[in-house]
Nanobody, 115 residues
């Protein structure tokens, strides 16, 4: 089955930057959706950004202008460049992939924005 591996999480000060990466393996289909979700303590998991194979992108309103999602279809990798980070961005960030309506999730990487 598909496996997703996230990396890049950590502690960063408010206003700082951080880049998350996700590597997908075991994908058979040429066309698949990828994205980033996050979940803060006591809150529902929410979409941060998603990107299709052709490059169509959706951002959550709370991250527009601050986060940038991208993917490399040859390597099956995806990145999330985060800047101007706020304490409200603190959450576990999950890599997501959908192939033929089957959902796959990474184990998550912690992002903490604090002084």
């Amino acid at each position: 089955q598909v496996q997703l591996e996230e990396s890049g999480g950590g502690l960063v000060q408010p206003g700082g930057s951080l880049t998350l990466s996700c590597a997908a393996s075991g994908v058979i289909s040429r066309l698949f959706l990828m994205g980033w979700y996050r979940q803060a303590p006591g809150k529902q998991r929410e979409l941060v950004a998603s990107i299709t194979t052709r490059g169509d992108i959706v951002y959550a309103d709370s991250v527009k202008g601050r986060f940038t999602i991208s993917r490399d279809n040859t390597k099956n990798t995806m990145t999330l460049q985060m800047s101007s980070l706020k304490p409200e961005d603190t959450a576990v960030y999950y890599c997501y992939l959908r192939e033929i309506l089957t959902d796959y999730w990474g184990q998550g990487t912690q992002v903490t924005v604090s002084s």
